[in-house]
């Protein structure tokens, strides 16, 4: 029987380590396929979105398949892509990898989506249903208005078995983000500055969310960087706190934001329960080579601050910096827990592709395994500074042990029944278990070996040289064959609307840390 409507597959491809994405609190729903999801559905096609951590591939065959490509899981993203089209079905893929190696993903895929997809996506569903996709489309990075409401996202909930995920929702209220640090992927697909949707808009997504659960403390905001444009930021918290939800959720933040009291002060009554910060080192030298504005000395004041206002704190940081020596691991781990952080994340310095990390590392020759599936952040792929590959990946797997031995957790867990409300002291102390379990061992499933065409390698050198803003349409171009040669990229003059990137340009905020 014929289809009434063409349907298309979108897959997160599966991770072959464990890691963070086991944790508690942190198994999110793939916001980017439910996104994607709801804008296949407003042209008419039927979207089924495949999350492999959790599901085989199923057997139906679609009219199309779109998959999600990050680094860790490119070449599983290119095995799943060439299977289909050995079948003769039509691939798409997206996502930050695909968009800053596009030239890659289109050797495994009739079409690839550069950017973000709302302003595209119709096209690229109407060649696939005319049978001339044409390679690669480039999504700008419009205003949020056009990313889909609640509305359109809600039926994939079903989808979703509520104890297979928490958060159980993410929210995506803000894009890009105004730093500029040296290793990140983000303001490269997303853009400096930042792009804002209407709080109410936020606020009626948050609650019809809240409508399917009775647990309130499983939101999370994907954003990059909450609360560094205070005119947005206030105008959200005040509206999240007006409609009284009964929701806790997590945030991603720059320490700076606790420079402001009475902002810290209204997340709360809005339900803020954790902000995530990336704190990333605690010596200042190693904060400097990666270009990210942080003073560690500061850091015990500003995460007490966000304590007294009742605020739990989740700390990234990094290893790997040339001014790490052996010592950067039992250093961090003492401050860290010293300064009430109250849940740690610790990653190997990894030059991701098309951040000026992977463009210093590549031209020093320094950068020796580029298989993508070892980009996880728990390998050395560069010999360090001041020590051996080795250590540093013994080092990053002794901080866990060590953050979350059983000592340590019972400290911290009669520190947070004296600060916190019981049920948080609870469940942080859930979390923490769950990261002492999680970390024990970091295994890797056995893949088969990947390695990019050396052409590719070179155009991404020279993506990841550019600007931030300037990356993904250089390497879009470079794909698309503007810029012949790699040799020739950097002095072939490359025409670029920078100014569709940012709809509001650089926050207006106070400065950061
Ligand atoms: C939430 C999040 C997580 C969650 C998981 C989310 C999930 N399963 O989906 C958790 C906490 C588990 C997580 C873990 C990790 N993460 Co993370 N994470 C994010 C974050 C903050 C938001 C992702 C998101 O939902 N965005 C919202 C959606 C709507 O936006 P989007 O993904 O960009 O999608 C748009 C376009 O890209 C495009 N698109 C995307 N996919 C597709 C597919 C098709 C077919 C098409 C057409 C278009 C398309 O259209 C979308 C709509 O416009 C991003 C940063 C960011 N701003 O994206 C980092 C990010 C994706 N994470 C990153 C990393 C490195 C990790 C870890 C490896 C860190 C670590 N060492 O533990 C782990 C890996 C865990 C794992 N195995 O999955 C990097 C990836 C870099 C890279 N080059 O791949 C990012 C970019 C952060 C960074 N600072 O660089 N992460
Ligand atoms: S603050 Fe975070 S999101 Fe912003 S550039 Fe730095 S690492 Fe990226």
């Not at 827990?337 to 320094?366: M, S």
Request: hydrophobic content about 40%.
């Amino acid at each position: 029987m014929g289809r009434q409507r063409p349907v298309v597959h979108l897959i997160l491809p599966r991770s072959a380590f464990n890691g963070l994405h086991h944790v508690l609190a942190h198994r999110f729903v793939p916001l980017q396929l439910m996104t994607v999801g709801a804008l296949c559905e407003r042209e008419g096609w039927e979207a089924r979105i495949v999350d492999e951590n959790y599901e085989p591939l199923p057997d139906e065959r679609p009219d199309l398949v779109g998959i999600t490509v990050w680094t860790i899981f490119a070449p599983r993203a290119y095995r799943i892509a060439d299977r289909y089209r050995a079948a003769g079905v039509p691939v798409v893929l997206g996502g930050v990898h695909a968009s800053l190696l596009p030239g890659e993903a289109l050797r495994h895929a009739d079409a690839v989506v550069v950017g973000e997809a709302e302003g595209v996506m119709a096209r690229v569903l109407a060649d696939a249903n005319a049978g001339r996709m044409a390679g690669i489309y480039r999504g700008g990075w419009g205003d949020m208005a056009a990313a889909p409401t609640i509305g359109e996202m809600y039926r994939f909930y079903d989808r979703f078995p509520a104890w297979r995920y928490w958060p159980q929702y993410s929210v995506q209220s803000t894009r890009g983000c105004r730093f500029n640090c040296d290793y990140c992927s983000v303001i490269r697909i997303n853009g400096r500055g930042q792009r804002h949707r209407d709080p109410e808009e936020v606020v009626r997504e948050v609650a019809k969310r809240m409508e399917r659960t009775k647990l309130t403390a499983g939101l999370f905001f994907t954003d990059d960087d909450f609360g560094s444009d205070l005119e947005y930021t206030y105008e959200l918290l005040g509206a999240l706190a007006d409609a009284k939800l009964k929701v806790k959720w997590t945030a991603q933040s720059s320490i700076g934001i606790a420079r402001n009291e009475e902002l810290l002060a209204l997340a709360k009554k809005a339900g803020c329960a954790v902000l995530f910060l990336g704190l990333e080192s605690v010596t200042r030298q190693s904060l400097v080579e990666a270009n990210k504005k942080n003073r560690p000395s500061e850091y015990p004041e500003l995460i007490g601050r966000i304590h007294d206002a009742g605020i739990a704190t989740e700390g990234a940081f990094i290893f790997g910096f040339d001014h790490d020596d052996r010592t950067v691991f039992e250093r961090t781990v003492e401050f860290a827990d010293e300064i009430g952080v109250d849940l740690a994340l610790f990653n190997v310095l990894t030059p991701a592709p098309g951040t000026a990390t992977f463009a210093r590392y590549w031209d020093d020759g320094r950068i020796v395994d580029f298989d993508w599936s070892h980009y996880t952040g728990y390998w050395a792929l560069f010999e360090p500074a001041n020590m051996s590959r080795a250590e540093l990946e013994a080092g990053i797997r002794w901080a866990y042990r060590e953050f979350y031995s059983r000592r340590r957790r019972a400290r911290r867990f009669r520190r947070h029944l004296q600060l916190l409300a019981p049920d948080m002291a609870v469940v942080l102390a859930g979390i923490n278990w769950s990261f002492s379990r999680e970390f024990r061992r970091i295994e890797h499933q056995p893949e088969p070996p990947y390695a990019p065409p050396r052409v590719e390698l070179e155009r991404l050198a020279v993506t990841s040289r550019a600007d931030a803003n300037r990356a993904i349409w250089l390497a879009a171009d470079q794909a698309d064959g503007v810029l012949a040669a790699p040799d020739q990229a950097e002095s072939t003059p490359v025409t670029l609307d920078v100014s569709r990137s940012v709809s509001r340009p650089l926050s207006r905020s106070r400065s950061p840390a």
